[in-house]
């Protein structure tokens, strides 16, 4: 199966500690989308990638966040200097071109103590 | 402010009838929709999309009904079956960008 794959697929970090998450999408798919999911809302958007572009970010997004794409394949999200209030689970998606679809990863769940 | 909403946090449906599962929103610049389901510890799967110029679009058992005027719009599922118990969300994007907004999710739990 050549889904959406994400890894790790948990993580618990101190508070002040630097993340990393990264996430594959499916093959040719040109699009990258990065959510965050907490308990009892829907995927809340980030980021997302068309190719190696970042075309649109959220306003909720701080300085702390920060989302790579290079050459338009995998992506990263590094979220620094961690808080309590980004324990959640972020959510990666991708779309082929031409449709709106949205393909989910398994999720990666982030647990700040 | 929540420009996408479902408002039933849960729904109880007997197995064989219609599930309606019901999306609100507030920006009239949103043209496309889509309906997710999620099974825990798993990402959304895409379910059935529709646009704009459209009011109603059908795949199988399901069933997206689309009400500009009302900017309202649900999803029918006949007939329900227990493989259906999932949380449902609906999403919108406007023209012209691929970022979406999704609802908070209605628990669908369909008893045997």
């Known amino acids: 199966d050549t889904g959406v794959s994400q890894d790790p697929r948990h993580k618990i970090t101190k508070r002040g500690q630097n993340v990393t998450f990264r996430c594959d999408p499916i093959?040719?798919?040109?699009?990258l989308y990065w959510y965050r999911q907490t308990l009892g809302q829907g995927p809340e958007f980030l980021t997302y990638?068309?190719?190696?572009?970042?075309?649109?970010k959220s306003r909720l997004l701080s300085d702390r966040f920060s989302a790579e794409r290079p050459k338009g394949s995998f992506s990263t999200l590094e979220i620094q200097r961690t808080e309590q209030g980004d324990s959640a689970m972020y959510l990666c998606?991708?779309?082929?071109?031409?449709?709106?679809?949205?393909?989910f990863g398994p999720g990666t769940r982030l647990t700040v103590t | 402010d929540q420009q996408v909403k479902q408002n039933s946090p849960s729904l109880s449906v007997q197995e064989g009838r219609i599930s309606i599962l019901n999306c609100d929103y507030t920006n009239s610049m949103f043209d496309y929709f889509l309906w997710y389901k999620k099974y825990p510890a798993e990402g959304p799967t895409f379910l059935i999309s529709?646009?704009?110029?459209?009011d109603k679009n059908e795949d199988g058992r399901f069933t997206v009904f689309l009400n500009k005027s009302a900017k309202h719009l649900s999803l029918h599922i006949v007939p329900s079956q227990p493989g259906d118990s999932a949380v449902y969300f609906c999403a919108a994007s406007a023209r012209g960008t691929y970022k979406y907004i999704f609802g908070t999710g209605t628990r669908l739990k369909v008893l045997a």
């Open positions: 990638f068309q190719n190696e572009a970042q075309l649109e």
């Open positions: 998606a991708s779309s082929p071109r031409g449709f709106d679809e949205q393909y």
């Open positions: 093959s040719e798919h040109n699009r």
């Open positions: 529709i646009s704009s110029i459209k």
